[in-house]
């Protein structure tokens, strides 16, 4: 009987097959004890996921606030157990600041270009192209403030260029492309959660947040890159502050160079469909 119980049990695994013994598969690593989804199995899941040492939300942002730093350090150099993953804490926090947003329901481009469209109804023929490029830029604009989400994601490989070319030639061939992203990405959960802060403004004061929004965010996002990056680039802080100053004027210029373009293109096929009216 005795030796019957010293015979360890022989668990199948129910992703991917494999017959193993203990409490985790070798090939897939999927907990042996696997049953049904349970209120009590969310609730413990959702916890562990916001809660956890190991890969959990918070404390991965304690870590991003109190030592940035040495976290991209130590996630570059493979220390990743405990960390939760980049990309889905960026979404995370931008789901986080789409909430927060839909209540304080901030609308300035929204309502200054429907405010053009009313001023410009008396304008005749020939101020017409004038006013649509008017528009044009304000619905560029427009969709820039309303689709943050979708805008930061789109522009990221704005950041990324800017860092890979002002970080440094010798940091260039230090890191990959990637380990340049995945900073940029938990830099970019720190300028989120403080555009977050800075949104709650708004049930104080409106004009103020939105003032706060405007001054504010290129310096906090000098702040979360020169926070992020001072390590893993070996530079002083002072150093890796210009740098990232840098970085950021780079990413406004290519960015309005990109805009300007887009504008541009779209002047010269409203020309062009304006001939043919």
């Known amino acids: 009987m005795e ?16 017959k193993f013994e203990g409490n ?5 690593g999927q907990n042996a004890d696997t049953g049904r989804f349970t209120m009590k199995l969310i609730v413990e899941n959702l916890t562990s996921a916001i809660l956890g040492r190991d890969g959990g939300v918070w404390f991965t942002l304690k870590n991003l606030v109190t030592r940035p730093s040495s976290m991209i350090v130590d996630i570059l150099n493979g220390k990743r157990k405990r960390y939760f993953s980049p990309f889905p804490m960026l979404f995370f926090c931008l789901a986080l600041y789409i909430v927060i947003l839909s209540f304080t329901n901030e609308h300035a481009f929204k309502e200054s270009f429907y405010d053009s469209q009313i001023e410009f109804k ?5 101020e017409q192209s004038q006013t649509e490029v008017y528009k044009l830029f304000s619905q560029t604009l427009d969709f820039l403030n309303n689709h943050y989400t979708l805008s930061y994601i789109m522009t990221l490989p704005l950041w990324l260029l800017g860092a890979r070319l002002c970080y440094g030639k010798n940091n260039r061939k230090r890191y990959y492309w990637a380990e340049y992203i995945i900073t940029i990405v ?5 300028v989120v959660l403080f555009r977050c802060l800075i949104k709650l ?4 004061d409106k004009d103020l947040s939105l003032q706060l929004g405007t001054i504010l965010s290129p310096i906090i996002t000098i702040v979360a890159f020169t926070a992020c990056f001072k390590k893993m680039l070996g530079f002083s802080i002072a150093k890796t502050a210009w740098r990232s100053v840098l970085v950021t004027a780079m990413y406004y210029i290519l960015l309005g160079i ?3 373009i887009y504008v541009i293109i779209s002047v010269i096929i409203l020309a ?6």
């Open 258 to 260: 990109i805009i300007l």
């Open 272 to 277: 062009k469909r304006l001939q043919y009216i």
């Open 122 to 126: 008396g304008l005749d023929d020939s």
């Open 201 to 204: 403004t708004y049930f104080i």
């Open 186 to 190: 938990y830099a970019s959960v720190i």
């Open 24 to 28: 985790f598969c070798p090939e897939c």
């Open 3 to 18: 030796a019957e119980k010293d015979i360890p049990k022989t668990t199948k695994c129910l992703n991917c097959g494999t």
